[in-house]
């Protein structure tokens, strides 16, 4: 984030510092946000939603597979708040940037998800500048937001906690209906997001249009026009293979396919690979041969 997109807080140094290894490999992990913000600037950054299959086991094989980031979606999962704390820590220890799309508009919620160690959020269905901006202000620290602090005992593994988090904090907001289209660059110019993601499923239903349309291509087109290149545009990508296409367009947070839909497609073709081997090698009946003899 550049600096005209957010005010630091004063810094203020952790007394509880602690200057031993484990502290610089924690430190690392809770700073991964600002590595995201690097990829994205980049002009790519590898995603996916982790929705239907939420455990640590899933998150260290997205991180094995070559995701470089993972959103944890407690809006359409069973995803709560006791799960979700073993998820961030174990996307810490797979180096995942973790972010959190939250249920509600609680902004409590914001700040409880971030003393996790999460390294930002996706606020899904903002409408208005207004939305924004709370948003904002449970995310981030004074003199921008009101992000209340706690100083727990994770946050030990840095020297100026304030400052540092304040940075690696990383807030998208969605983009989904038809009066967000009308707002987006007002949205977007609200000092401390980071990137407006577009979620298409939703914003087709809204415009009335069929998800994965060229209508709704146009849409996300103008999309970024309305949205100035200090800040990034990310979306959802159904075929990887049209990755390239959304990169083109300045979409570089990809969120690509879910880990529900990606085990389902994995395991027909295996299925599909292990029948056909079946039949392939299945001996050919002979005159003579009866079913059901010995």
């Known amino acids: 984030m550049t600096k005209d997109r957010y005010d630091s807080p004063a810094p203020w140094k952790n007394p509880e510092a602690v200057p031993v290894p484990l502290g610089a490999l924690q430190s690392a992990a809770l700073l991964r946000g600002s590595d995201l913000r690097r990829l994205v600037r980049s002009g790519r950054a590898l995603g996916t939603f982790l929705i239907e299959l939420p455990t640590p086991t899933t998150l260290t094989s997205l991180a094995m597979a070559g995701f470089e980031f993972v959103v944890l979606d407690m809006e359409h999962s069973t995803i709560g708040t ?58 981030r620290f004074k003199p921008l937001g009101n992000r209340g602090f706690s100083p727990l005992s994770r946050f ?7 400052q540092a988090l304040n940075e690696a904090t990383y807030v998208a907001v969605q983009i989904e209906g038809r009066d967000a289209l009308r707002r987006v660059a007002e949205i977007a110019a609200v000092p401390g997001i980071d990137a407006i ?52 367009r300045r979409f570089a947070l990809q969120c690509v396919s879910f880990d529900g839909r990606m085990l389902a497609q994995g395991a027909r073709r295996v299925a599909e690979r292990a029948i056909a081997a079946v039949a392939g090698r299945r001996p050919t009946p002979t005159i003579g041969d009866s079913e059901g003899e010995d």
């Open 156 to 162: 030990d593994a840095l020297e100026h906690p304030l």
């Open 197 to 248: 993601f577009v979620g298409p499923y939703d914003l087709a239903l809204s415009l009335g249009v069929t998800p994965g349309s060229a209508d709704l291509f146009d849409v996300a087109a103008r999309v970024a026009m309305d949205v100035p290149g200090s800040v990034s545009l990310g979306i959802y990508i159904d075929d990887p293979a049209s990755c390239g296409d959304w990169a083109a």
């Open 82 to 139: 006791t799960v979700l704390e073993s998820l961030i820590v174990a996307g810490h220890a797979a180096g995942l940037a973790t972010l959190v799309r939250p249920c509600g508009r609680d902004p409590g919620l914001i700040g409880k998800i971030l003393d996790m160690g999460a390294h930002g959020v996706m606020a899904p269905h903002v409408d208005t500048p207004e939305r924004a901006r709370e948003i904002v202000a449970a995310a």
